[in-house]
């Protein structure tokens, strides 16, 4: 783990290419934490579950008394079809209709979890030093408890993904992503048609593929979103004060798009992420998902108080 310091910073985005949950931008002080260098790997999140037994939601069949609280009063109840141990899984179609269709490029693959990412008859053989993926928000806190960590606030992880910079766009500054040396495994080329695999990554990369931030933090940008421990709400930022001290979020999730879904906050972007997407590799740029939501570009890491 890396020693993040103590510190003041102006949190959110400062120019006007940010979305609307971005703004306004707010100063937060911080006190000093440690944080995992790298996301939680394949190999790590084994020991977690060959010393527990543990089982992740991707694993699980889906409750429907359960899945019904997160739906408008009244929904039918899905086909027992859609009850099975089952994760969305990334799908490259040859054409799309528009970008704000998701399902053009997510399937939900039964058999699909953290040890078979891409489906049942795929498997992470010699892939021990890959960030594990397919992880929700309960799995990450189930391994946080075991390991004696905890997930980062989104202040926290913002914060220690600037790196030491001040009002720089990226964890490495300012330069685009695709200018110069690669700096983040994201999508180069048409999302989500076609990938140039510039960075030399078509899909996921291992940890530690390029240059860390200023702290010593690798992949603070792309390859995989991570879990913070914040509730999501759209409006979070027009209610924080002049200056936030150690804030840990709201205390309820409210997503406009999907009310009556509660989510948390991912932060990061992934290796889906593009310029005309999402842009979710800015070190503002804020993601939501509900907690019980495992996908083939989810994963995290791990912070401990600074003194325990």
Known sequence: MVLIPAGTFNMGAKDKEGREDEYPQHKVKLSSFWMDANEVTNAEFRMFVDATGYLTTAERKPVWEEMKKQLP??????????????????????????????????????????????GPKTNINGKDHYPVVHISWDDAMAYCKWSGKRLPTEA???????????????????????????????????????????????????????????????????????????????????????????????????????????????????????????????????MKTSTDTGLEHTGFRCVISNGF
């Open 156 to 286: 926290e992880w913002e914060y220690a993904a600037r790196g030491g910079l001040k009002e720089n766009l990226y964890p490495w500054g300012n330069e685009d992503v695709e200018k110069g040396i690669a700096k983040a495994n994201t999508w180069q080329g048409s999302f989500p048609i076609s990938n140039t695999n510039w960075d030399k990554f078509g899909g996921l990369a291992p940890i530690k593929q390029f240059k860390p931030n200023g702290y010593g933090l690798f992949d603070m940008a792309g390859n995989v979103w991570e879990w913070c421990s914040d509730w999501y709400r759209s409006d979070y930022y027009k209610s924080v004060g002049q200056l936030a001290t150690n804030p840990i979020g709201p205390t309820d999730s409210f997503d406009p798009i999907e009310p009556g879904i509660p989510k948390k906050v991912v932060r990061g972007g992934s290796f889906m992420c593009n310029v005309s997407y999402c842009e979710g590799y800015k070190v503002t740029s804020r």
């Open 73 to 118: 009063a009244g929904t039918s109840k899905p086909p027992d079809s859609i009850f099975v141990a089952a994760s969305l899984v990334f799908y490259q179609p040859q054409t799309i209709d528009g970008l704000d269709n998701a399902a053009q490029w997510w399937r939900w693959m039964k058999g699909a979890d953290w040890k078979h990412p891409h």
